[in-house]
């Protein structure tokens, strides 16, 4: 069964430095999410990505997160200045966007950010 | 927007035993209503759905059932095990957007 893969598993980073997360969505997949759960927490929606562009925001995600989907498989995640709140599991997902069928999302195995 | 409340937000139950957790939500253009599972470090993992034109779905031990008028859905196990202790958490979307927003979880213990 295809999956969402993410690297890295996990990464630990100074506060302050920039921090690229990367997903692989499932081939056949049209729209992308980045979703973040701090630990203990309930996931938190991040943005969306359709069509080469962003779909939807959310407040949480403020001028230091970017993404991008630079070569057509995978979709990435950038963090520019790690703040320790950022200090999260973030998973990416990616769903068919077929209307009236195929709606599910589906989540990669997440990221463990820690920002020391 | 959209706003999701579970509850409860822990469970335990003794194994065999049944367990029912539940949903709101406010929007009433949302129609699709899936429910993850997410056990400890691992990625949230769908177990059912449902969308709206339908009252109740049923996999195996696993059912959930949606009341539209009243905006509330709920999932059902039944026969507890002790591998069904996880977190699970609802959330509800709308076919034509793009946004999946989740209910708080509820972290379900089932005593052996």
């Known amino acids: 069964e295809p999956e969402v893969t993410q690297t890295p598993s996990h990464q630990v980073t100074q506060m302050g430095q920039e921090v690229i997360l990367r997903c692989v969505p499932i081939?056949?997949?049209?729209?992308f999410y980045w979703y973040r759960q701090i630990l203990g927490q309930k996931v938190e929606f991040l943005v969306s990505?359709?069509?080469?562009?962003?779909?939807?925001k959310s407040e949480i995600f403020d001028d230091q997160f970017s993404v991008e989907r630079p070569d057509g498989s995978n979709f990435t995640l950038k963090i520019r200045s790690t703040k320790l709140e950022d200090s999260a599991m973030y998973f990416c997902?990616?769903?068919?966007?077929?209307?009236?069928?195929?709606?599910?999302?589906?989540f990669g195995e997440g990221s463990w950010l820690t920002v020391v | 927007g959209e706003n999701v409340e579970q509850h409860p937000s822990t469970l335990s139950v003794q194994e065999g035993d049944s367990a029912v957790i539940k949903c709101t939500y406010s929007?009433?253009?949302?129609?699709?209503f899936p429910w993850y599972k997410q056990e400890l470090g691992k990625r949230p993992q769908l177990i059912i759905d449902?969308?709206?034109?339908?009252g109740e779905k049923k996999d195996q031990r696993i059912a959930v059932t949606l009341n539209k008028t009243a905006k509330h859905f709920s999932l059902h196990i039944t026969e507890t095990q002790p591998e069904d202790s996880a977190v699970y958490f609802c959330?509800?979307?709308?076919?034509?957007?793009?946004?999946?927003?989740f209910g708080t979880g509820t972290s379900l213990t089932v005593i052996p």
């Open positions: 929007d009433s253009a949302s129609n699709y």
């Open positions: 959330a509800a979307s709308q076919n034509t957007g793009n946004q999946f927003y």
């Open positions: 997902a990616s769903r068919t966007g077929l209307l009236y069928s195929g709606n599910t999302i589906y």
């Open positions: 081939s056949n997949h049209l729209y």
């Open positions: 449902i969308r709206s034109n339908v």
């Open positions: 990505f359709y069509n080469n562009e962003i779909s939807e």
